[in-house]
């Protein structure tokens, strides 16, 4: 017999939180290669996962408060 709780029903929220901000982060890192010429392939690769990842993490703990501010830090957009 299996004591096993339910899934948390915030789990798929807080994963689909990640992977649109990682994907957003991916983006955002890659175009901000354009100004970082002198940066290799391992530099440009490190730069997109490393914002992917911290854009992530962000997008998942502050949820709608992340864009929100995201938003207003990209007011030109």
């Known amino acids: 017999m299996s004591t096993q709780s ?3 029903p915030d789990s798929g929220a807080a994963g ?3 992977g ?10 890659f175009a901000s290669t354009v100004s970082f010429v002198e940066l290799g ?12 990842l911290v854009f992530g993490l962000l997008a998942m703990r ?13 007011w030109w957009v």
């Open 20 to 29: 649109c901000g990682a994907v957003v982060g991916l983006a955002a890192g």
């Open 16 to 18: 689909v939180r990640f």
């Open 6 to 8: 339910p899934p948390d």
């Open 41 to 52: 392939p391992l530099g440009v690769t490190l730069l997109c996962l490393g914002t992917a």
């Open 62 to 74: 502050r949820g709608d408060r992340f864009w929100e501010r995201l938003r207003d830090w990209l």
